[in-house]
């Protein structure tokens, strides 16, 4: 068993570190969206309310496993091929957009209206308030959410091993076929996220924490 | 041009044979994470250290790993230590007992988020714990557990669909096969989206009105 | 003395979909005079001096302000609502500082982004009006670490460092303990003593009599009577002036009357 564990633990550590840098490339691209999104969903006209609520209702009605393959096998029978990377990162994106609009959202409605009041009764543009008064408020509201969808994501993560990305679970999955030793293999895996995660959260805390000095 | 209709029309039989099963690992899985999340929160809540260790331990390892995981752990791992598990079993058990970790959490949210006084007043008024409990601050709880419950359940609903990586005939495996016989993908996992969604809009509608429901009772 | 009138409001009346917050509202204020509103909840008053500073709309009417007119049901343009706002200050029965700004922060921000004024000018300002109302030594805090009488003067100074040329006070006691009132109250006074020109909306009589030039009293979604603040306060000409003012200075005394009232 621990010659398993020693051989394996590199090449998933490897494959590890591949799913946290497509959890963190997906989550900050899916932030900068949702910002936009979540802009437009507010203060948009009204088609553009409208649909952007249509697309956070498709994104979490859907399976997650439904989302990555209509993105993967889906597109081939019109002749798109997605390379396993680059399905992935599609999909960790539309997917992580669906929370972050929500996110931001509601961050942003949750500001009480005398903020907005207060700024304007001082002469603030409407744009210097969003950015000075009504963002940095919302973000601390919004840190613990936040912190929970880079988790969120980082399991997601295990899905791609499906249309054949070599993260983690691959490794974990192909050392499987080989050794016929899933008892260890997969608990190694379980490990590994468990470790992520709760790292994760961590430096979630601490961050709100600094945010919320003011409180 | 191939037409979608035709498609949908071969496919669905089948389809709905799945959608059964997903309704199956749905309904169960339910049943064991609402029971299990029951008792996780009461442990947090318990008073005892051990019992508060033990679940919140529990509740913070289970959250972090992916379902996926814990599907080929509960499925493959299990198998090699002697625990041979159907499929269907394996599926249920480790959807259930990750969604209890979620529930469990959200009552214990709903509980202690019931407004301290009320504890007071049923203590002063010498009432003994379980009547607290049961008469006083679960009622109110109920407000603050349904919506993140709803929430929840529409992400069990989702999440069943990984069950057909451990060879259950779920609505996925069926979309999966059918667009691995025909090659029109797109078409096929259309409609298990079409069937995913209309559960989850008309469940979590059915789930509004019974909210609004107890709402106007007690209003 | 028409030239020295800073705000002109004629027959302003504002309606929140059906319903009427308060109409033909006709009113002068001029240079230095300090105007009190008072009148019991729901009259209006707060709205009116929302519809001041352009913060809500109102449906008729014309006012007129810092050689500026709001005419009822036109949305004034941006620059205009900017210009008043700017030289208009508001305070707020909530303090509504911003809570992740210091005090410093709080009063800078609005004459740096707004009057780009220096950060080194905006300070020393800032610092000047603090002193002013006895919170020097608060400016690096947050303001949830101060009381609400404290919040409340930070508020007043952050009014006051855009140099506003009328100032509107909204409730700005009625969030506050019964003890931390007077602090804010000896704060407006000073202002009042220095020539400000104020609108204030307040339940504080005694306040009113002694700092006022003039009372407005509001009921019943209408201003009812208008006149100099002690006459006004001793010798209420109409009916419904004379029973607020009784209720509110002798609650008590006809309490039972008010049951028998309450019950025909």
Known sequence: MWHIVANYAGPMSIGALKDLSLTVISVAVSIVIGVLFAAGRLYGPKPLQILISWYVEIIRGLPAILQLFIIFFGFQQFGIMFSPLTASLLWLVAYGVGYTVEIFRSGIMDVPAGQWEAAAALGLPWFTTLKKIVFPQAL???????????????????????????DAMFTATSGANTTDQPGVLYPMVALAFVIMSLGIGRIGLVMERRAAMYR | MHVLWVTWIHALPNFLLGLKVTLEITGLALVLALVLGFVLALGRLSGVRVFEFVAMVFVEVIRAIPVLVLLFVAYYSMGQWGVKLSGFAAGTLTLGVFYATQYGEIFRGGIL????????????????????????ILPQAFFNILPPATNQLSNLIKDTSLVYTISVTDLMFQAYLAGSNSFQYMDDFLLAG????????????????????????RA | MSNDVVLSAKNVTKRFGKSLVFEDVTLDVHKSEVVAIIGPSGAGKSTF????????????????????????NKKPSRSVLLDIRTRVGMVFQNFNLFPHLTVMENITLAPMQVKQVSKEDATKRAQELLEMVGLGHKATMYPKRLSGGEQQRVAICRALAMEPELMLFDEPTSALDPELVGEVLTAIKRLAGQGSTMILVTHEMQFAKEVADTVVFMADHRVVETGPARGLLENPKSDRAQQFLRRVLHPTEDAGEEGEEGEA
């Open chain 1, 140 to 166: 601390v509201t919004m840190l613990p959410a936040l912190t929970s969808i880079v988790v969120l994501q980082l399991k997601n993560t295990t899905l791609i091993y499906l249309i054949g990305f070599s």
């Open chain 2, 113 to 136: 988020a019931v407004d301290r006084g009320q504890r007071e007043a049923a203590q002063a008024l010498g009432l003994s714990s379980t009547a607290i409990m049961g008469k006083i």
């Open chain 2, 194 to 217: 079409v069937l995913y969604f209309a559960f989850y809009i008309i469940l979590s509608k059915l789930l509004a009105r019974w909210e609004l429901n107890v709402q106007r009772r």
């Open chain 3, 49 to 72: 001096i929302r519809c001041v500073n352009g913060l809500v709309p109102f449906e008729q009417g014309t006012l007129e302000l810092l050689g500026h007119t709001l005419e009822g």
